[in-house]
């Protein structure tokens, strides 16, 4: 089903725009979901002209290799007529009111029906000013058309910051028309948990504290800052990784089984599971939490982070986060979940690991202590797509010994390239009016109030870094984090 609509870009000459926004708007186009009853509208303050900007928009699908393979080789050109370039300032009011006209014109060209979706591909200091005028210049359109807002992280650096952000738009677009984007929940594997638990009885029967013993959550990079030393020095991994992404996740991974698969419902059930996470005091978030940043590796190939370009040679930031938190669902009620995310690990991976309890009666036993060994499911989320299970079964013909053996799914290279890009799903979503994948302010809002705690707690002391080697897993804390529960991080590769 296809969707009429306007898109006003902001940015529309930025990074974002060039590399995420008109590759994933061209595959909208291509399978139909944008016939040719929308137009773009992009603005940013460079004086591009219309040709120029067709010129951008072609060789940013060229450049995200959508050009191969393709039967009409005019598909690009048409794609492109639809865009139009508004030199403007978001500051200055004048360049509203071109921008109104503009919208009206092209509204009544394609027959859009007022339905306007406005892309925010800029700094988040902009969106109060942006959304403001949008208002008093009456860009917002009255009637049945539509008016979203989409936005893109960060959203803000701390609950007070980000409260302040949410409000400078909440002036001018209600809760149900904003659309914040956290591109996690644009991927298929983090979209597919609520299908692995609540679409198998199996794993559904098991999802509780009864048969669950903890849950990992690794985000790990190997990777160190390359070039965005600039952002990063201003973030660090906590914000940059566990405010959203990580605790989007968590939220997934505990929150109780909504009555109907939609938004509502999921979003309740997301909200509730974040707040039912332990809030900690800060003794309590110095403990359960660790930082690090990593230092050369064993043999000075690799710098250190307070060495790489364009980061301060006595810098605090954090390349590294382990921490435990623990729900008080009901279903879950007292499970640990651990979580890890860092740069420059030992190899890079994205994965969920489900451990489950081991203390049935292990009637194989040769002593009494010996205990079963232990069930794991682990969802890949990337590179690698899909499903490990961990289990026990007989193995070798003397005696009856148990070993455990792995049954593996993993999506083939052919059926990951099938698989829409994250922005391409966001963009149709936001086009249908779909806000299941998006985070709610509820959601935002909560994560930086679990996750301020630590920050306070951490801003308390001077960190003692570099304190991991390029290469490793990370500090040697985060290891001992869960041996003082009597257990090990599952993903641990070697180097
Ligand atoms: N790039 C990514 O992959 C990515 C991923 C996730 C989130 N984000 C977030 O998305 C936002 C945009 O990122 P980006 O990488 O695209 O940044 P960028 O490349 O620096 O683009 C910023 C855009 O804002 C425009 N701009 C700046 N000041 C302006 C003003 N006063 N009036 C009008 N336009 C103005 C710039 O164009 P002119 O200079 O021509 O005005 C440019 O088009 C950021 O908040 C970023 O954190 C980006």
Do not use: C
Not at 289 to 302: H, K, L, P, S, V
Not at 338 to 346: A, E, F, P, S
Not at 435 to 440: L, W
Not at 461 to 473: I, K, L, Q, R, V
């Amino acid at each position: 089903m296809n969707q009429k609509a306007l898109f006003i870009i902001f940015g529309g000459t930025g990074d974002l725009a060039y590399r995420k926004l008109y590759p994933a708007l061209f595959n909208l186009y291509e399978k139909g979901y944008l016939k040719e009853d929308f137009a773009v509208i992009g603005t940013a303050r460079r004086p591009w002209s219309n040709d120029h900007y067709h010129e951008v928009v072609m060789s940013a699908i060229e450049d995200a290799g959508r050009d191969s393979g393709r039967t009409n080789d005019d598909l690009p050109r048409k794609f492109a007529s639809h865009f139009y370039y508004q030199s403007h300032n978001v500051d200055d009011v004048d360049h509203y009111v071109a921008l109104r006209k503009l919208a009206d014109e092209l509204d009544e060209k394609y027959d859009l029906q007022g339905n306007r979706i406005f892309y925010l591909a800029m700094a988040p200091r902009f969106f109060g000013t942006i959304a403001g005028h949008l208002k008093d210049q009456a860009l917002l359109t009255k009637g049945n058309g539509f008016n979203r807002l989409i936005i893109e992280k960060p959203f803000g650096r701390d609950y007070p910051s980000a409260k302040e952000l949410n409000d400078s738009i909440s002036g001018s677009f209600k809760e149900e028309q904003i659309f914040r984007i956290d591109h996690y929940l644009g991927k298929e594997p983090i979209q597919s948990i609520a299908g692995l638990r609540f679409g198998n009885a199996l794993f559904n029967s098991l999802w509780n504290k009864e048969h669950i013993d903890n849950i990992q959550i690794t985000l790990s990079e190997s990777l160190g800052v390359e070039e965005r030393a600039g952002y990063y020095e201003t973030a660090g991994a906590m914000r940059d990784m566990v405010q959203n992404h990580i605790m989007q996740i968590v939220s997934l991974l505990t929150m109780e089984r909504p009555d109907v698969f939609d938004s509502e419902h999921l979003r309740d059930k997301k909200i509730e599971a974040l707040e039912n996470i332990q809030m900690y005091t800060k003794e309590e978030a110095k403990k359960y939490f660790i930082r690090g940043q990593y230092g050369a590796d064993e043999a000075n190939t690799q710098l250190g982070y307070r060495d790489e370009e364009g980061t301060d040679n006595q810098s605090t930031v954090e390349t590294f986060v382990a921490g435990k938190l623990i729900t008080h669902n009901p279903s879950l009620d007292g499970v640990p979940v651990y979580i890890r995310t860092g740069k420059r690990l030992t190899k890079k991976s994205t994965q969920i690991n489900i451990v489950f309890k081991n203390d049935d009666q292990n009637i194989f036993a040769k002593d009494a202590s010996e205990k079963l060994k232990t069930n794991v499911l682990t969802m890949h989320i990337e590179p690698d797509q899909g499903f490990t299970l961990e289990f026990n079964t007989k193995t070798g013909n003397q005696g009856y010994n148990l070993s455990p053996v792995h049954l593996r799914y993993r999506k083939t290279a052919t059926e990951k390239a099938q698989i829409p890009d994250a922005y391409e799903g966001l963009i149709r979503d936001a086009l249908m009016g779909n806000k299941t994948n998006f985070a709610h302010w509820h959601e935002v809002s909560q994560a930086w109030k679990i996750m301020d705690v630590v920050r306070e707690a951490w801003d308390e002391e001077e960190p003692a870094f570099p304190n991991y080697a390029s290469g490793s897993m990370g500090p040697e804390a985060a290891m001992q984090l869960l041996a003082d529960d009597g257990r090990k991080w599952v993903f641990n590769p070697r180097s």
